[in-house]
């Protein structure tokens, strides 16, 4: 988790010791079917792998065996465990899939429709393995997992094949419109801040990893391809420390 997916790993840190493991295995899982596309050659290898997610996500919720797999078998022991919402499992994959078109998303908004099924179906359940139920971290969770999608895409902008781009839409006005979207969300999400138990926080840090790309993204003019974007940010573990402590993601 450590390598492959620093910005999960650097949240769980923050989660009890006794959850931490549960959300290691729920953010490994999300990697696995996450790097589908750029581990194939042809989209039909892409669905059979997914198609074998399915079918172990489908095994752990009916109590059967799954297949021989340190995260599947990881995934299992805690969807019993915490007793996880199976809808968002089939949602997370059913976005991954659409990752093998190559077709720019329609609109904006469809855009928007992928960050939610592919992230905030994640922070929830996050939220589950974190004990917390209550409507207003899931209303800040749908917020902040589309806002960090739509920052996640735009700063692997340089890297990737797909298009990401809206149809009809320039690289820089595209660039330009998925920032504002996900500064809209990012906003929304500290609405009922008061009403959010402390517990809930290591499932919304993310929320910080957004916003700080979005404010750097802005200070390089919107310049997704600018290399200075591309180098982490080596402060990351202190910003999600003091958000952690103040409670103000």
Do not use: C
């Not at 596309?37 to 059967?64: C, D, H, K, M, Y």
């Not at 902040?144 to 094949?161: E, S, V």
């Amino acid at each position: 988790m450590r390598r492959h997916d620093r910005d999960r790993f650097q949240t769980v840190l923050f989660a009890p010791a006794a959850r931490r493991e549960a959300l290691f295995a729920l953010y490994a899982f999300n990697y696995e079917i996450a790097r589908v596309r750029e581990s194939v050659t042809q989209p039909v290898l892409g669905q059979i792998r997914l198609q074998w997610w399915r079918e172990n996500i489908a095994a752990a919720f009916e109590g059967g065996g799954t297949r021989h797999h340190p995260v599947a078998e990881a995934l299992a022991a805690i969807i019993g465990e915490f007793r996880l919402t199976r809808d968002h499992f089939d949602g997370l994959i059913d976005a991954r899939e659409t990752d093998l078109t190559d077709e720019a998303p329609a609109s904006l908004a469809a855009l928007e429709d992928y960050a939610e099924a592919s992230s905030a179906r994640l922070v929830w359940l996050a939220l589950e393995v974190l004990g917390v139920h209550d409507s207003a971290a899931s209303d800040a969770g749908r917020h902040i997992g589309i806002a960090y999608a739509l920052a996640g895409l735009l700063r692997l902008l340089p890297l990737r094949t797909r298009p990401i781009i809206p149809a009809g839409m320039s690289m820089r006005r595209g660039v330009s419109e998925l920032s504002a979207a996900a500064s809209r969300h990012l906003d929304a999400a500290p609405i009922h801040r008061k009403m959010i138990p402390r517990s809930a926080i290591p499932a919304l840090l993310p929320a910080v990893i957004a916003r700080r790309y979005l404010t750097r993204l802005k200070r390089a003019r919107y310049d997704a391809f600018d290399p200075a974007l591309l180098n982490s940010d080596p402060l990351q573990s202190w910003r999600l420390a003091a958000v952690a402590l103040l409670n103000r993601f």
